[in-house]
């Protein structure tokens, strides 16, 4: 059995060198992830019905929290989720209704969608229904409906708005004061007539659901395929926002628990403009960040979880991060060797996580202590800033298609440390940015966190550096007298500390 899952069964704890891994940066692939799962304040929050929009970085644990709502199983909790790596947006798209405000085009096609996943689960794994003489009617109506439109008391999501596919409304969930050919609309034809159609598909979901029991319909990946310059693609996340927060509240009036949990990266939410938003953001958000030291759910926090899961005994499981690292002696930085892990990460449990398999591999090769130590660290380094270089690529090449040009220039200037003058003058030496902006183009390597800038010290003092992970409010200051690249690139740009 891999170290990484073994059960504390061994009773004694077990030597550094026999762990395979301290898991997986992918929560696909993290077989940790369940078993070292932390109640982090936004899961919370949407469990309880308190919030539905989780807002989190790329790599700060949203998939995390959205796989454990999917994987906990209860008689009284049901959850659906949708994950849009395979689903087929050229079908949603045509749904988009024409005449309404640009941020509603496509708000009734999620509610129909979502409504769609609550009768999946009322149909099919909602065992105390019928609950109540008013939700008999209502369970029938709804799968009359699905079985008539799609055959299948349980349909493929991908197959919700396929054009051909045809409505079919009878009995008790006829649309009223809506003349419809045959009772029946073709779901290319649907726009026109979906608002109505909503509106007699939520009664009789809202009516259905049992009020002692938690319903979540949980949205993911949405960031998949997103292009920043793209209107539709921010219509569509307009859209959804709305939608979830309508069903979210229609439910808790009735008094029925009902989550619609939409989880999305911070940084496109910030770029989205629609009305309401501000009231959206300070009552219905939370965020999912990571702390060094304090201030809820730390890194460190994080790590002794799975160090306690594959290091530890019966007797006593917990491992804590100094077991694990000599904090007896700094880092030649004289920072602790925690401290210097943390500033080379987005504070991202997917950076820690590999940041720690990589000290590990350096620690296996190197025939350490019984510690990890400073040279085990400083080995680590290398392949660490390799990895935070690709998940760069992942996240900014098809919004920035010349970064790797950008990212030539700071090469140049061999510092982390640097000025815009000095940045200009490297810029200006390359051909292939003739024409582009080096001011623009230091606000999109800002906008990616590849460098902050330093802020002078206001009334309390002391300069900081402004980092876009750190704050997704922060915006960029081309008056800045000084950049810096952020220390976890250092290596993999060959880069020298101080001030070029």
């Known amino acids: 059995m891999s170290t990484t899952v073994r059960s504390l069964t061994r ?23 369940r078993e070292c799962f932390q109640n982090h304040p936004a899961y919370i929050a949407a469990k309880e019905n308190k919030k539905f929009l989780i807002l989190g970085r790329k790599g700060s644990g949203k998939t995390a929290i959205f796989k454990r709502f999917l994987t906990e199983h209860s008689a009284h909790e049901f959850a659906y989720g949708h994950s849009f790596d395979d689903y087929p947006w050229q079908h949603h798209d045509l749904q988009a209704q024409t005449g309404v405000p640009e941020e509603r085009r496509y708000f009734h096609s999620w509610k129909y969608l979502t409504l769609m996943g609550l009768a999946k689960i009322l149909l099919n794994l909602d065992q105390s229904q019928p609950w109540s003489d008013e939700s008999i009617e209502s369970v029938q109506a709804l799968e009359d409906f699905v079985v008539d439109s799609y055959g299948s008391r349980d349909p493929d999501v991908r197959q919700l708005f396929s054009p051909e596919k045809e409505l079919r409304f009878k009995g008790t969930l006829k649309i009223p004061y809506l003349e419809i050919s045959g009772e029946r609309v073709r779901v290319k034809e649907l726009p026109p007539h979906i608002q109505e ?9 809202l009516r259905a659901l049992t009020p002692d029991n938690s319903y979540y319909i949980c949205f993911d990946q949405l960031d998949l395929g997103f292009v920043k310059s793209d209107p539709a693609y921010s219509q569509r996340l307009v859209g959804l926002i709305l939608a979830a927060r309508d069903l979210f509240l229609a439910a808790r009036n009735r008094g029925k628990r009902l989550n619609v949990v939409v989880f999305l990266r911070d940084d496109i939410y910030q770029d989205l403009q629609f009305e309401d938003k501000n009231k959206i953001t300070e009552n219905f958000s939370e965020l999912v960040e990571w702390h060094e030291s304090s201030g809820g759910l730390t890194l460190k926090g994080l790590m002794e979880s799975r160090f306690s899961r594959v290091l530890g005994d019966d007797s006593g499981p917990f491992v804590s991060w100094e077991s694990v690292f000599d904090e007896s002696r700094e880092m030649p930085s004289r920072q602790t060797k925690y401290k210097h892990i943390c500033d080379r990460t987005f504070l991202r449990p997917r950076d820690v996580i590999k940041f720690c398999n990589e000290i590990l591999k350096q620690y296996k090769t190197l025939g350490a202590g019984d510690q990890f130590d400073n040279q085990v ?4 380094r290398s392949g660490y800033s390799d990895y935070l270089l690709n998940e760069l690529d992942d996240e900014i090449a098809k919004h920035v298609p010349q970064y790797k040009e950008y990212l030539e220039v700071v090469k140049e200037l061999g510092s982390l440390q640097f000025s815009l003058e000095n940045f200009s003058a490297a810029w200006v030496r390359r051909p292939s940015l003739s024409g582009i902006d080096p001011v623009a183009a230091l606000g999109q390597l800002f906008e990616f966190s590849v460098v902050g800038y330093l ?10 550096y402004v980092w876009r992970y750190r704050d997704p409010r922060a915006r960029f200051n081309a008056a800045s007298e000084v950049f810096r690249v952020h220390p976890g690139f250092k290596e993999a740009l060959d880069l020298l500390t101080g001030r070029s």
Do not use: C, T, Y
């Open 377 to 380: 660290i400083h080995e680590a």
């Open 197 to 205: 159609v909503n509106q007699v598909i939520q009664e009789h979901v």
């Open 455 to 464: 802020k002078p010290g206001g009334r309390g003092g002391g300069s900081e």
């Open 11 to 33: 009773g004694k704890m077990l030597k550094i060198s026999e762990v395979e891994n301290f898991g997986a940066i992918d929560a696909d692939a993290d077989e940790l992830l």
